[in-house]
């Protein structure tokens, strides 16, 4: 952990005395407490206006896995520019106009006793997309709200996405400068924590896979090279929010791609992210190709976390089909992983934490309002 940073309550094994269920004990995270190991994973909803600004969908949807009984509700991938949003309707938070749109979000998804927290987010190659159930598919034109991409070079993610527009330094200076800023406006919004989106393809994870950065100046070739940008915005990042907020980093483990970025290389990140004040790694995979040959099914990535977790030393989160409160348990109490994040399940089930703690005897808090769904 960095210095100054306050360490986990990690689970060794089992619940504690007195508890039947580690996933539902609180889980320390500096300053930040949250009251179980289920979280809301980020989920793009695609619902925000031109602006970026978050609507009242966002607060009904938010706000719905709060009053659900999730510890950590996380936003979708929210980008620190306009020009890093994945769609037009993406949500940012760039300016002060966010800061007020969130603010009210923040404050109910707090005062059901959950975490709020955001996902910040710089889609890189991946920009400035249709939204998945449009008519069309791939880059969006200017003519009707899109913009040219930027990335690590010039090469396209696939054959209808935009041509991007490879970063020079001052560029790469102005990411990082971003995600520094709206992390404070995240702060300022009320958020309790701030996780980092270096995962699926997007921009910080296209800098760290060999298969996306062909590079050849300080931010390209060795693998110390292409950590460099993730580990700079780490570091502006934790110095922006002080050391009582927690800082999460979600990471695509692998690639699933023989010559792309390994599990090996996800430990030695890990590493240096925690040593630049990251508190938890969050394992997802894969997105930086079209053509990796990923091996979905029921918790196909918490062997990544737990591996992670094993080599690094450091808390990670498990995350990828994980839909059965007792599967969710053995993940936490068999110390694979420190939090379970939960993302279509949590789409049919908002309820699920309320009913995964009845089925693992746990008790927790329930809205006074919803009290008689367990008499």
């Known amino acids: 952990m960095a210095p100054g940073s306050t360490a986990p309550d990690l689970v060794t094994g089992a619940a504690p005395a007195g508890s039947p269920s580690a996933l539902f004990t609180p889980l320390r995270l500096r300053g930040v407490t949250l009251p179980n190991r289920v979280a809301m994973a980020p989920m793009c909803q695609y619902s925000a ?115 991007p527009t490879a970063l020079d330094a001052d560029g790469i200076a102005v ?45 390209g070739g060795d693998l110390a090279n292409r950590m460099r940008l993730p580990l700079e915005v780490a570091r502006a990042v934790r110095a922006a929010v002080g050391p009582r907020v927690p800082v999460l980093a979600r990471i695509s483990a692998t690639d699933w791609v023989s010559d792309g970025w ?42 990544l976390a737990a591996r992670i977790r094993r080599e690094a030393g450091v808390p990670t989160g498990a995350v990828g089909l994980i839909t059965e409160p007792e599967q969710a348990e053995e993940i936490v109490a068999g110390g694979q992983a420190d939090l379970v994040l939960l993302g279509r399940e949590l789409l049919r089930d908002p309820y699920w934490p309320q009913r995964a703690a009845a089925r693992l005897g746990a008790d927790p808090d329930r809205p006074a309002q919803y009290l008689r769904a367990w008499e």
């Not at 990082?176 to 995962?199: C, K, M, P, Q, T």
């Not at 630049?276 to 990796?292: F, K, N, R, T």
């Open 49 to 163: 206006g031109p602006d970026g600004l978050p609507t009242d969908w966002h607060r009904i949807h938010l706000g719905a896995r709060a009053v659900g009984g999730a510890g950590l509700v996380l936003t979708e991938a929210t980008a620190v520019l306009p020009q890093g949003r994945i769609s037009p309707q993406d949500t940012g938070l760039w300016s002060d106009a966010h800061v007020d749109a969130w603010r009210p979000i923040t404050a109910f998804v707090a005062g059901q006793g959950a975490v709020p927290a955001v996902q910040l987010a710089h889609a890189g190659f991946k920009a400035s997309t249709y939204r998945p159930w449009s008519e069309r598919r791939g880059g969006v034109p200017d003519a009707e709200g899109g913009w040219t991409p930027v990335g690590p070079g010039t090469e396209a993610f696939a054959p209808a996405y935009r041509i």
């Open 175 to 219: 990411v990082v400068d971003a995600f520094a800023a709206a992390s404070a406006r995240a702060v300022a919004a009320g958020f309790e924590a701030v996780e980092l989106h270096a995962a699926h393809g997007y921009l910080l994870h296209e800098f760290l896979s060999p298969l996306s950065n062909q590079r050849t100046d300080s931010y």
């Open 262 to 303: 390994s599990v090996a290389d996800s430990v030695l990140l890990a590493t240096e992210l925690a040593a630049a004040g990251v508190d938890l790694v969050d394992c997802s995979s894969g997105g930086v190709v079209p053509s990796a040959a990923v091996p979905v099914g029921p918790g196909y990535q918490v062997p």
